[in-house]
Structure formats: C-alpha cells, structure tokens
C-alpha cells in the first residue's frame, strides 16, 4: 500500500495507528456502542426483521427489550407488536405459558 499510494497512503496509516492506541475512552464509538452491538447480535436470531424494524427494537427499553428477547415463546411479530406498548406483567406470564407448552 504505501509502496503504490506514497504520502497519502502513509497519512492514512499513522492516523490508525494514532487512533488505535488511543484509550477506550477516547476512540471513537459506534451509533449505539457496546449495547448496539450486544442487542444486534441478540436480534440476529430473527432474519426476517428489516434495518427498520431492528431500529425500532433498539431504541425500545432495554430491561424490556432484554426480557422480551430471553422469552423462548417471542417471534418476530410479537416482538413488533409489544415494542410499542410494552410488556405487562399478565403478558409475560401467557408467554411463558405458552412457550412451556410448546417445549
């Protein structure tokens, strides 16, 4: 690289360097950091959601999303469905009535 692109490619690489032994408090993070990327990850069992959709996910309560996600009994439209008006504590409860159920 530095080879073929000369000073320009040189810049760009002393500004990774310079950036990578930054400490962690001062490097520059993602949209929603170490949460969007955990929950990303969590979402990533349901394929079938959109950018939009896994958005809309995100900027729900997390204590409420992380409880929605921990239920065996959640599919990707009772996800959709419960992200806007929450969870309640009977709603919980026939959930995992009917993820005992099934399992």
Known sequence: MLLTDGGAALAVRIREEV???RPPILRVQTKYGAYFD???ARLAKFPTLSEAERD???ITDSAMLDSMLDNP???VQTLL???DKGLSYEV???????????G
């Open 56 to 58: 809309k996910l995100l």
């Open 73 to 75: 009994a959640m599919d």
């Open 92 to 102: 919980i409860k026939q959930l995992e009535a009917t993820a005992g159920q099934k």
């Open 81 to 83: 469905t419960y992200a």
């Open 38 to 40: 955990w929950m990303a």
């Open 19 to 21: 950036a990578a032994k």
